[in-house]
């Protein structure tokens, strides 16, 4: 139980008020009692505040644990209102007795709100055996009054236990101030869009201006400490004022208990906190701080009200999964009603099919529509149960499955390769699938880059396959926008129900390579060609596979790549395959349809004869080809057709070329087809300079072209015209005029 320290009235003493108990704030402690209720001899008591039956007959028993205006003497008595006020059964006061000391009473009738007076100089108690008015009236004004005092002991509940967590508010005050901002009329200044900090920010503030300071999330536990101090002792300044308090119902609750049964007595609201193990049906009854008037007894009312309602029906929903030892919450459906009343509920557990019985807290969210579950503590081990709880002797079943399962260590979480693949520098969104671990519980994740000090992890949507809690959950998928990422190590941040972050890495790649001649036409019955890609980054280029054969990568040369193919025997022209690249820390391949084209084998050039021009006077040597007249050869050649060109080319570099397609005549040059192997061609070799080595080059277009056959080397003939020898010696010989050409 929290310290027992008085509050100031002052709320400027901000170090006192961080002391105080949050179960007598902005009062005065009364007394610590046990109420407890018995139905039947067999079976065990109940708290009074837990019942949600209480019927004729039933008993309840009192017991003193410390009073605090006075430890011996005093009076206390019980006021019984009927659930349905009747001729026979109105409301009533049960005889005083000795506060001090261990008492009970008998139940006149199944009852609606049971309150306690408790009077440290005593009751009146003639005036109360006097007492037989019936007034419906204030019946109902006590049943008002005791859900003001539930109301308002939940809140403080709520501030206690947000008082004590290390990491700021939960469920528990979040449901609390709720229920309570709409009890007052002040949810409309509440946006239910804002987190949920704001939210409750936003609703102190409302509650009391007073409050503009606080702050739900603050960092220390002795801010908190104070800050929901402060909140505490607005709130039950509230309860005390005429706003809550006796005069719920409107001023007639307090006249008519103060003139009708307790003359001379001056009534004060009480409000009771749940006392802690052993007391669990204990109370810490908190009153109003004033000195009583002259001649004036005071006494402190307490009121509980009764549900009268037997066990809710609850089911469970598709989301039944639960963390082992971790909190959650548990989706269920019930009724409107129920949900008033679900917290009334004691003892929760989950049964397992051979019965064996685990205790939980739960705790039940209305807003949510769900029911908190605590599993720490528990012990259940991973597998199927049941949930259920008590309800006074009765039980409570929910219905429906609810399994239990370890949270992930993510040890072995990873991208999956084909998501990994795809992750590339300055690109755009992609959507990264995540496997390797069971994700059902993850409630965050976030992406941060490998030692970067600097900026915070981005958290980015994602999506489980069936859902949430819902079972093994091998997949989990995000969408990841790139375009602001540079390429290196990253870190995808995942958050459990634990709060507890783990890493599984992840790359961002530079830019892949990219081909731009495919297809690539590779000819059939070749022992081995050699192949020239163009793209980029072809750097990153690791390996090329077709079915077909092999591609073996060679060096680069800019924007080029020579690759060099082997074909595999038996393939047939006319085929197309896909071309798989594999690129730098890629897993998986680039696929590109149809990628590679089998087309039929290359031209090839096997022998050449060449045929000179007539009546030369001058002796050519062997391969020498007579610039200024056409010159013939006769080419032995295969897999040539009519679409076949023919290429003359120089060895020199920047020298010209002539093509000349089969069948064709050109003022330069001609080809004729003179059998299926046999090309007859025609050219003058004065097209080129001196001393030009002239290959021919047979080309079939997509399906390649030859390699280059020489042919022979071009020369200059000269041309006499005439020779004179004329008189002029020189030396013992005559010098002679030679005229021509060349």
């Avoid at 003001?148 to 609390?176: F, I, R, V, Y």
């Avoid at 998928?477 to 129900?497: C, H, N, R, V, W």
């Avoid at 680039?590 to 021009?613: E, M």
């Avoid at 290959?695 to 020779?723: C, M, T, W, Y």
Wanted: include cysteine; glycine fraction near 8%.
């Amino acid at each position: 139980m929290l310290p027992r320290l008085l509050l100031a009235l002052s709320l400027c003493s901000a170090a006192l008020q961080a002391a105080v108990p949050m179960n007598c704030a902005g009062g005065v402690p009364v007394g610590d009692l046990e109420l407890k209720v018995q139905s039947d001899p067999k079976l065990g008591m109940r708290p009074l505040r837990t019942i949600n039956r209480l019927g004729e007959g039933d008993r309840i028993f009192y017991s003193p644990v410390k009073l605090r205006p006075r430890q011996h003497g005093g009076k206390v008595a019980l006021v019984v209102a009927p659930v349905l006020p009747s001729e026979s059964t109105t409301l009533q006061v049960l005889e005083p007795k000795a506060a001090d000391k261990p008492q009970q009473w008998n139940v006149p009738f199944r009852a609606g709100v049971i309150a306690l007076v408790y009077g440290p100089d005593g009751v009146n108690a003639k005036r109360v055996k006097e007492f037989l008015s019936k007034d419906d009236e204030l019946i109902a004004q006590l049943a008002d009054y005791a859900e003001k005092t539930a109301q308002t002991e939940a809140l403080l509940g709520a501030l206690a236990n947000w008082n004590a967590t290390s990491s700021g508010p939960n469920d528990t005050m979040d449901a609390a101030l709720n229920g309570f901002a709409s009890q007052y009329g002040i949810t409309g200044a509440i946006d239910r869009t804002q987190p949920r900090d704001q939210q409750m920010l936003a609703m102190m503030r409302a509650v009391n201006p007073a409050l503009s300071s606080v702050d739900p999330v603050a960092p220390s536990p002795a801010q908190r400490m104070q800050q929901s101090a402060m909140f505490a002792t607005s709130v039950a300044g509230m309860f005390f004022g005429s706003t809550v308090g006796l005069a719920a119902g409107g001023t007639a609750l307090f006249m008519n208990l103060r003139t009708m049964m307790f003359p001379n007595t001056e009534f004060r609201s009480s409000f009771a906190q749940a006392s802690t193990p052993p007391h669990d049906a204990g109370l810490d009854l908190c009153g109003k701080r004033e000195a009583a008037k002259p001649r004036t007894k005071v006494a402190y009312l307490w009121a509980v009200r009764i549900p009268n309602a037997g066990p809710p029906s609850v089911k469970t929903g598709p989301v039944n999964y639960l963390p082992q030892e971790h909190k959650a919450l548990l989706p269920v459906s019930t009724d409107e009603a129920a949900w008033k009343i679900l917290d009334r509920a004691h003892d929760w557990k989950l049964v397992s099919a051979g019965k064996k019985e685990f205790p939980v807290k739960a705790h039940a969210l209305p807003d949510r529509k769900s029911i908190e579950v605590d599993l720490s503590g528990s012990h259940a081990p991973p597998g199927q149960y049941q949930l259920a709880a008590g309800w006074d002797w009765d039980s409570l079943a929910v219905t429906g499955d609810v399994h239990v399962s370890p949270l992930s260590n993510f040890e072995k979480a990873r991208l999956t390769p084909e998501s990994q693949d795809r992750l590339r520098e300055e690109d755009r969104k992609t959507v990264v699938q995540a496997q390797g671990a069971d994700f059902q519980f993850v409630e965050k994740v976030a992406v941060v880059k490998t030692g970067d000090k600097y900026n915070p992890p981005v958290n980015v949507p994602f999506s489980l396959p069936k859902g949430k809690q819902q079972g093994i959950q091998d997949r989990l998928e995000f969408e990841l926008d790139t375009k602001p990422l540079s390429a290196g190590d990253y870190s995808l941040l995942l958050i459990q129900t634990d709060g507890q972050p783990h890493t599984a890495p992840f790359r961002v790649l530079p830019p892949g390579p990219r081909i731009e001649n495919v297809p690539i036409a590779l000819n059939a019955e070749e022992g081995g060609q050699k192949i020239l890609l163009k793209g980029e980054h072809l750097d990153r280029l690791v390996k090329l596979e077709t079915d077909a054969g092999t591609l073996q990568l060679g060096p680069v040369n800019g924007g080029e790549r020579e690759v060099e193919a082997r074909w595999k025997t038996g393939v047939k022209p006319g085929s197309s395959m896909n071309l798989r690249a594999y690129a730098q820390n890629n897993s998986q391949p680039v696929v590109i349809p149809d990628g590679v084209k089998v087309v039929p084998p290359k031209p090839a050039i096997l022998d050449v004869q060449l045929s000179l021009p007539p009546k030369s006077d001058i002796t050519l040597k062997d391969g020498e080809l007579p610039a200024g007249g056409f010159v013939s050869a006769s080419l032995r050649v295969r897999h040539a057709g009519p679409e076949t060109r023919v290429h003359l080319r120089c060895g020199t570099s920047g020298s010209n070329e002539l093509t000349i397609r089969v069948g064709e005549q050109l003022p330069k040059g001609s080809v004729q087809s003179i059998s299926s192997d046999t090309l007859f061609l025609s050219f003058d070799p004065g097209e080129w300079q001196t001393g030009c080595v002239i290959s021919a080059v047979l080309d079939n277009g997509a399906e390649g072209a030859s390699k280059p056959h020489q042919i022979g080397r071009v020369v200059r003939l000269p041309q006499v015209e005439s020779f004179q020898l004329t008189e002029e010696k020189a030396g013992g010989n005559y010098i002679g005029k030679l005229i021509g050409t060349d």
